[in-house]
C-alpha cells in the first residue's frame, strides 16, 4: 500500500505541490482546532455560527414555554411577568435575527479575509454574552416572582448558581433547598448536574 501510495505521490508534478502546500498552510491549517477531548478537528465559521444558532432557538423554545406557564398564574402578577418575558424573548429574537443574517452573509462570501472572521467572532461572542445576561435575568426573575411552582424556582436557582451567579438568588435558592429539601431531591435525580454542596 505505501509503495503504491509513494508512485502517486512521485507522478503529481512539482508545480502542484508548489500550489498546494502553501494554500494548505495558509487556509487549512488556521482552521485545525482541539476539542474539549483533545480532539483535532477542522474549524468551520458557518458550523460554529449554526450551532450557536440551534443554542439560541433552544433559549427562545425555553422563554416560549415559561411564556405558557406565566398565562396561568394570578392576575396580579401576570401582566408584570409576561411584561417581562416579552421584552427578554423580543430581545433574544432580534439577537437570533442578527446572527441568522450574519449566517446568510457568510453563507454569500466563501473567502472571508481574517479581518471579517475577527469581527464575526466578535459579534457572536457579543451576541453569547447578551444572551446570557438574558438568560440570567429570566432565571433570577423566575427565583423571586410569587406564583412560580417551588420546584422550578429551585430548578432556576440551580441553573443561576451553575452559570456563575453569586447573590441574593444564590441566598433564596439555599433557602428554598433547606425549607423544601424532598423537591431538590427530586430535581437533582432528574438533573444530576445541578447539585450543590448543600448535602
Keep these: 500500500m505505501w509503495e503504491t501510495v509513494s508512485t502517486l505521490v512521485k507522478s503529481i508534478p512539482a508545480w502542484y505541490w508548489m500550489i498546494v502546500l502553501p494554500v494548505a498552510a495558509v487556509y ?8 474539549k477531548n483533545g480532539k483535532l478537528y477542522l474549524y468551520s465559521s458557518i458550523y460554529e455560527a449554526e450551532k450557536q444558532r440551534r443554542k439560541h432557538s433552544e433559549v427562545i423554545e425555553l422563554v416560549n414555554s415559561k411564556i405558557d406557564e406565566h398565562i396561568k398564574m394570578d392576575a396580579e402578577r401576570k401582566d408584570e411577568v409576561l411584561q417581562c418575558v416579552k421584552q427578554l424573548a ?28 475577527k469581527a464575526l ?55 428554598n433547598i433547606e425549607e423544601y429539601p424532598e423537591v431538590y431531591d427530586a430535581v437533582v435525580v432528574i438533573q444530576p448536574d445541578l447539585r450543590v454542596k448543600v448535602d
Design 121 to 175: 467572532h466578535a459579534d457572536v461572542q457579543r451576541i453569547l454574552n447578551e444572551i446570557h445576561g438574558m438568560t440570567m435575568e429570566l432565571l433570577k426573575h423566575t427565583v423571586f416572582i410569587d406564583g412560580i411552582p417551588i420546584h422550578e424556582k429551585i430548578v432556576a436557582g440551580l441553573k443561576y448558581m451553575s452559570y456563575g451567579g453569586n447573590s441574593e438568588v444564590k441566598k433564596r435558592t439555599l433557602k
Design 90 to 117: 423580543d430581545g433574544i429574537a432580534a439577537l437570533q435575527r442578527e446572527l441568522d443574517d450574519r449566517i446568510e452573509e457568510i453563507n454569500k462570501q466563501i473567502n472571508v479575509s481574517i479581518e471579517d472572521r
Design 28 to 35: 487549512i491549517l488556521p482552521r485545525i482546532r482541539r476539542d
